[in-house]
């Protein structure tokens, strides 16, 4: 095996191995010590992966994927299928990305567990297992292997909302789990009717159509797109996301909003526009209406919120619509200003969830009306809630503005009547954007203190700092050079875009 093939093993074994001595080892501290372990081996797995053989930026025009490091090995001979994995420049960041926002869960573990029904190594051991399956869906490339994977992070997820989350959060989990399992079931049907036409479920031979007929591009891509939005999710499939958010702890909301919902747009992309490009073109205009009714709706609930989780989490449904409306477009600009509107989203709002919980924590509500004047009390870490929601918003110079901003330039440069309306009603959706997190700041961190914050104290822990700061870093590092995920993924979305009609 090659080094590159190693470190795709290690990647998936890591946190798996680090999970189940998470369990077992003696000790409730001990093992959550243990697991972040596991995490941060996992991450520093994770960084040799970028280049490989064809280098950074070496790409052909054939085949439409061409990993950087792969592992194609049997796995069910009978049936063709293959334990394959690789890395490329579309998934390496969202892979990085993963590790980087578990280790930071499990090291913020070992200074605050939850209150709930189970251990903190018991909650640790659950986030290394939902790592073990977005991972696994970032690297597979078996159509078969992917959805096993997929469906890995159903169970432990819902354990952790219904095990450390809030007053109502049985359910909240049950809400989250019967969703995920509709999507489910389309993916099964999906999967199934790709793999029985094209007779393969290898997605380096399916990415471009492998011969599949028009009408069975259109089924396939319906069934997948549908079970993606469940997952993203996408308006207007989105209504198991606030619950979830607001009752997840700190921990899962990260997990949630950081890279779980990426699995959806992730498959978007790289599946179902990569499996069925014909049935990608013939409902792209579907999916940008969808998308803009999901940027407009979800700015206008965000302007009626008043609980600060909750508020955080609606912001999310406009967020991946502009993620969906760079997709729908089908250009090299579209994509790319999908992929990083994924990384920014990611970034920022486990930022914003992780800020969320502490002030939670602290103030014991998340009402916005009862959280005037944070600043007052709190100045570090209104200081900054106040920079997540200017990145969130999109402000120039961050993280957040690439996406949104090319987004929309993908729409006009689509043309057309259709999508020019698209566009102008997007660049609105921004301004709803800035609009709901303005009222966000006005309300909570100016003003007298009301009684929930006057009595905190205005330091932050050396833990908090540790799990906050390399968020912050990544929100400006990206806004300040976005090249950082551009230039990865230039390539691949050239050859993507290659094969689509």
């Not at 950087?68 to 990085?96: A, E, K, N, T, Y």
């Not at 159903?154 to 049985?170: K, N, Q, T, V």
């Not at 069934?223 to 209504?239: D, I, R």
């Not at 912050?472 to 590092?477: G, K, P, T, Y």
Request: with cysteine.
């Amino acid at each position: 095996m090659t080094f590159g093939q190693v470190l795709l093993v290690a990647v998936v074994a890591v946190p798996a191995l680090g999970a189940l001595a998470t369990a077992v080892v003696p000790g409730d501290r001990a093992g959550r010590v243990v697991g972040t372990v596991a995490a941060a081996s996992t991450l520093l797995a994770t960084l040799p992966l970028v280049g490989g053989d064809h280098g950074w930026f070496g790409y052909g025009p054939r085949p439409a994927v061409q990993p950087w490091h792969q592992l194609d090995l049997p796995w069910v001979p009978g049936l063709d299928l293959r334990f394959h994995l690789g890395v490329d420049g579309i998934s390496w960041p969202l892979v990085v990305l993963t590790a980087l926002l578990t280790l930071l869960c499990c090291a913020y573990t070992l200074w605050r567990v939850p209150s709930g029904g189970g251990s903190g190594r018991a909650l640790v051991a659950l986030l290394l297992v939902v790592e073990v399956g977005i991972l696994g869906t970032f690297l597979a490339l078996d159509l078969v292997l992917f959805f096993l994977f997929f469906e890995v992070v159903l169970l432990p997820m819902y354990a952790i909302i219904a095990g450390w989350g809030g007053d109502d959060r049985r359910r909240a989990a049950r809400k989250f789990a019967l969703y995920t399992l509709f999507g489910s079931v389309l993916l099964l049907v999906g999967v199934y009717v790709v793999v029985a036409a094209a007779g393969t479920a290898d997605l380096v031979a399916l990415t471009g159509g492998a011969g599949l007929s028009r009408g069975t591009q259109f089924a396939a891509f319906t069934l997948l797109a549908l079970a993606f939005a469940v997952k993203s999710p996408l308006w207007p499939l989105h209504s198991w996301l606030p619950d979830a958010h607001t009752q997840a702890p700190t921990v899962g909301s990260v997990i949630l909003a950081g890279v779980l919902l990426k699995m959806g747009t992730y498959g978007l992309i790289r599946v179902a526009v990569g499996v069925a490009p014909e049935g990608a073109r013939w409902a792209a205009p579907v999916l940008g209406v969808l998308a803009v009714a999901a940027i407009l709706i979800g700015g206008l609930v965000c302007l009626a919120q008043d609980d600060l989780k909750r508020l955080i989490a609606y912001s999310s449904v406009g967020h991946m619509g502009f993620v969906l409306l760079g997709v729908a477009t089908l250009t090299a600009t579209g994509i790319q200003a999908a992929l990083i509107g994924n990384i920014a989203h990611g970034v920022i709002t486990g930022l914003l969830f992780f800020l969320a919980g502490a002030v939670k924590d602290r103030a014991h509500t998340g009402s916005l009306a009862e959280l005037s004047g944070l600043r007052e009390t709190a100045p570090r870490l209104a200081g900054l809630l106040g920079f997540a929601a200017v990145a969130s918003l999109g402000l120039p110079g961050l993280a957040g503005f690439w996406g949104e901003a090319f987004a929309v330039v993908a729409a006009v440069r689509r043309g057309g009547p259709l999508w020019l309306t698209l566009a102008v009603l997007a660049a609105l959706g921004g301004a709803l954007t800035a609009a709901y997190f303005l009222r966000l700041l006005r309300r909570v961190t100016h003003g007298r203190p009301g009684p929930a914050v006057a009595g905190l104290t205005p330091g932050l822990a050396g833990a908090e700092l540790t799990a906050w700061a390399p968020l912050v870093l990544l929100a400006l590092a990206v806004g300040l050079a976005p090249a950082l995920v551009l230039s990865y993924a230039s390539g691949p979305v050239e050859a993507l875009l290659g094969v689509v009609p």
